[in-house]
């Protein structure tokens, strides 16, 4: 799969008087991946100053799972995404409640594919380290490839005027 094969977009909403905010990072492609490597990483970044962690979900468990929110008050939550699988199609996203109001919530969205170099498919959880973020305080991550790996990554981010 190249970059230009994987739909993806982050984006947010907010229903009538819910008090959070739904960060949707949405991705996908309409083939299995053969030369899958470890399964893909996506991860959705938001401003810690500016919004607090209320929830993660996945569309659908079958080609996504939250993988690691340890680092949720720091402005990130990390998703496994199964490329392996054909139609690939789902979405992940955090819901986040302001702790201001009139100030504009950053959010973005990484997308991480990993695919082997020599040798035959392999799958697994890909190895990460989370580092500096681009947003507010908020922290990214890198993947850490195995040794027949390579990976490309896919960005996309957004903004909002919170309001209560």
Do not use: C
Not at 75 to 85: L, W
Not at 135 to 156: M, R, V
């Amino acid at each position: 799969m190249e970059a230009a094969d994987l739909e993806f977009s982050i984006t947010q909403s907010k229903r009538g008087k819910d008090s959070f905010y739904r960060l949707i990072s949405t991705f996908g492609a309409k083939y299995a991946v053969f030369d899958h490597g470890s399964y893909d990483l996506v991860s959705i970044e938001w401003d810690p100053d500016v919004a607090s962690y209320y929830d993660a979900v996945v569309g659908n468990e079958k080609r996504a799972s939250l993988r690691d929110g340890s680092k949720r008050k720091q402005g990130i939550y990390m998703f496994n995404v199964y490329d392996y699988r054909e139609d690939f199609d789902t979405y992940a996203a955090v819901y986040v409640e302001p702790k201001v109001k009139d100030k504009w919530l950053e959010y973005g969205s990484k997308y991480t594919h990993t695919y082997v170099t020599s040798g035959s498919g392999s799958s697994g959880q890909a190895s990460f380290s989370f580092g500096k973020g681009n947003i507010g305080t908020s922290l990214s991550y890198a993947i850490n490839p195995s040794s027949n790996e390579s990976s490309w990554e896919k960005w996309d981010d957004g903004a909002v005027k919170v309001k209560y």
